[in-house]
């Protein structure tokens, strides 16, 4: 597989260049003077795992963080809504 290869003033002048490689998740060789300066890679996206919790769970932990009665209201008319 070639590398890609960016020059310093591709990167000044030409930003989105490197910003889709980054999003396409290729790696680049930067050039100064036509000599590799740096490696640049994109970084990996961890994936966060959804963590399940019961409504009474949730409940208590609203409850423990001490709302003031307007923000209590205000979460439980959000968390009536939900299916």
């Known amino acids: 597989m070639k590398v890609q290869t960016i020059s310093t003033k591709e990167l000044r002048e030409d930003f989105s260049k490197l910003k889709s490689a980054m999003e396409e998740g290729k790696s680049l060789l930067l050039l100064y003077r036509s000599r590799p300066l740096a490696e ?4 990996k996206q961890q994936t966060q795992k959804l963590r399940s919790f019961s409504l009474r769970e949730m409940k208590q932990w609203i409850a ?3 709302l003031t009665e307007k923000q209590q209201r205000r979460i439980e008319a959000i ?5």
């Open 40 to 43: 640049i890679k994109p970084v």
């Open 64 to 66: 423990d963080d001490q």
């Open 79 to 83: 968390i009536n809504r939900l299916p």
